[in-house]
């Protein structure tokens, strides 16, 4: 399923964005950081979303090097720690930590940390856009685009106003992708001529 969507993907931007598709981890889910990343075809990223994870230096090592054998871009949330001994990997932050400014121990400025290769950052709104591009990140993760297992109840932007946000991203020189409720080929091709970049999400590694 994660090589359908990729394809659709890099076909929705045009094979323009370094990175057509994103996964995510989660914790009910999808909590296998490395499953995740032996189901990503080459050129995907994923973010590993290690909340108050313990990680030990042997796991870190491992995820690196399989990251690096499948040709994937790793981040992560909420360990920038890691991050930084990930050398040539990235941070991703979710949109409370884009409003202060900080994640854990780094204050993020005009450019992500030493030796961080991409700083990525959820938002849902306008105003986290803007201060995603004060911060220093490269690219958005803007949701919910469609309805969504992650947040069911939570109202989705829908096509219009997820068109309007990236829009938005493209002038502040941030690379936008749709999050929320895409899991099939059929949901990517929805999004055509809306914007986005690429898109993010999890349902498509399940």
């Avoid at 969504?148 to 106003?161: D, V, W």
């Amino acid at each position: 399923m994660a090589m359908k969507i990729e394809r659709a993907a890099r076909w929705l931007s045009g094979s323009k964005a370094r990175v057509a598709l994103i996964a995510m981890t989660d914790p009910l889910r999808l909590p296998d950081a490395e499953r995740a990343l032996r189901a990503l075809p080459r050129g995907a990223a994923l973010i590993w979303r290690a909340y108050g994870e313990e990680v030990s230096l042997a796991r870190l090592r491992r995820l690196t090097a399989l990251a690096h054998r499948k040709h994937v871009l790793l981040l992560v949330a909420g360990q920038p720690a890691l991050a930084a001994r990930m050398g040539m990997m990235g941070i991703h932050l979710p949109e409370h930590e884009v409003r202060r400014g900080r994640s854990g121990k780094y204050v993020i400025g005009r450019r992500p940390p030493h030796r961080i290769m991409m700083l990525t950052a959820a938002c849902h709104s306008e105003a986290a856009i803007r201060r995603a591009a004060e911060v220093g990140a490269g690219a958005v993760l803007i949701s919910p685009v469609f309805a969504t297992k992650s947040h069911e109840g939570a109202k989705p932007l829908g096509l219009l106003r997820f068109a309007q946000l990236a829009r938005l991203a493209h002038r502040l020189g941030l690379i936008p992708y749709a999050l929320g409720g895409i899991t099939s080929e059929r949901h990517v091709r929805r999004l055509r001529g809306t914007g986005a970049a690429g898109i993010a999400g999890i349902g498509f590694l399940g």
